[in-house]
């Protein structure tokens, strides 16, 4: 069994872990670590009875995962305090939100960047916040700062000058060339409050996000991550009545019926995520499946010439094909 199909084995079902022998050990961690799930494989793992050596291993992972936690917070509390003044909604994207919101989603989920949507009639206004709280641009190159700013669905990245923390700032959740138009505006009104002021998305969108990040705006790097946090997601929705009619609805709204859905057949065959009216996988689901769990034991990524098919196919959709070639073309002759 290779690296990924042991980690998603063991998030899946911990109880498998117990038979497993020093080398499959071996393999689990190095892919655990590699798609970004060691946090999650220790919180998922905790309580079982593990060979000494995993089990500190694990125990290491959860404190990382503690310290992650409250530094992206943190780091949601200053931009909140940056951009209170401004009076718009800002709503807390991926982890930290999942985190601020105290999602079971959030156990164990590394976090990255500081992700954030704000109305696009509010960008001008929320940058100069941003870089007046003493964030600053990352992307120094002229075409970069213009990719962005005209095609892309956020702004240039910014970093903290004193914390080197990341913030994307998002308008919308696909790229302005993509063929879906989700509706960002209904995003945003329907997007519910936290106690501290910010935001997060309804959880209708959140599981669509997920979704649009993970199928329609990547190549699928890291995937598995990004389709636990969906098992996890809908899980914890799927209890309250009504909800799949209601994402059912939302999806069709935000023109990301196909993403979700195929993101529920792939959870649910691979984590065994519980969900109402799934079909089986299709023949491009299983491609997919293969891109997924292309990770050996030693943590590095396997099947090439797929990984390069999905990475054409990332770009093909966020942009047409004219559009494609130039951006490949200034990219190749830097």
């Not at 899980?235 to 309250?240: D, Q, V």
């Amino acid at each position: 069994m290779t690296g990924a199909r042991l980690l998603v084995a063991a998030l899946r079902d911990p109880a498998s872990a117990a038979s497993l022998d020093a080398r499959q050990w071996t393999s689990l961690i190095a892919a655990a670590r590699a798609e970004s799930l060691i946090g999650s494989l220790a919180w998922r793992l905790e309580g079982q009875a593990l060979p000494e050596r995993a089990a500190r291993l694990l125990d290491d992972a959860r404190r990382d995962h503690d310290q992650g936690r409250v530094q992206a917070l943190w780091e949601a509390e200053m931009a909140r305090r940056a951009l209170e003044p401004l009076g718009v909604p800002v709503i807390l994207l991926k982890g930290t939100a999942y985190a601020a919101a105290g999602l079971p989603a959030s156990a164990g989920r590394s976090i990255g960047d500081l992700d954030i949507l704000v109305p696009r009639a509010s960008l001008d206004s929320v940058q100069e916040a941003l870089l007046g709280a003493g964030w600053e641009w990352v992307k120094a190159d002229d075409y970069d700062d213009l990719y962005y700013r005209r095609w892309m669905h956020e702004l240039p990245p910014l970093i903290h000058r004193e914390r080197d923390r990341m913030i994307d700032v998002h308008h919308t959740i696909l790229p302005l060339t993509a063929t879906p138009t989700p509706d960002a505006a209904a995003m945003i009104a329907d997007s519910v409050a936290l106690d501290n002021g910010l935001r997060v998305l309804c959880r209708e969108d959140m599981v669509i996000h997920a979704a649009c990040h993970l199928f329609a705006d990547g190549d699928l790097a890291g995937g598995l991550r990004n389709l636990w946090d969906i098992d996890r997601l809908a899980r914890a929705f799927a209890r309250e009545p009504g909800f799949w009619d209601r994402l059912r609805e939302r999806r069709r709204r935000h023109q990301l019926s196909g993403p979700t859905a195929r993101a529920l057949r792939l959870a649910a065959f691979l984590y065994g995520t519980p969900v109402a009216g799934v079909g089986g996988l299709t023949l491009a689901d299983r491609l997919f499946a293969l891109r997924l769990l292309a990770r050996n034991g030693w943590g590095q990524e396997t099947r090439p010439f797929l990984r390069l098919a999905f990475y054409v196919r990332s770009h093909w959709l966020r942009m047409p094909p004219l559009m494609l070639a130039r951006h490949l073309w200034v990219k190749a002759t830097r």
